[in-house]
């Protein structure tokens, strides 16, 4: 979800918990921060399966249908993080229809 300082490689999950120990947030996870955004996106966002866990930079299919898997579905992605944005900001997250 947030690229670290390596390019294209995500932030760790460490440097994500050093954030919310610096912020002294307690009670939160960053596994927690991860299964809230795919429970809102099945449940609210209704969005496709692939681009939720696309979104989580989660591997896709078996290895055959991810050989003919040519799209990395990024304005499906780009749109679900924009709603996903203005739910957790308290916007109503309604924000671009996935089709």
Known sequence: MFEGLKRHKPLS???MLMLLRRMKIEGITVHG???TFRDWASE???A?????EMSLAHKVGSDVERAYARSDLLEKRR???ERWSNFVSGGTGKVVRLA
């Open 44 to 46: 609210v966002a209704n």
């Open 33 to 35: 921060f991860r299964s």
């Open 79 to 81: 749109a679900l993080m």
């Open 13 to 15: 999950n460490m440097a």
């Open 48 to 52: 496709p399966r692939e681009v939720a």
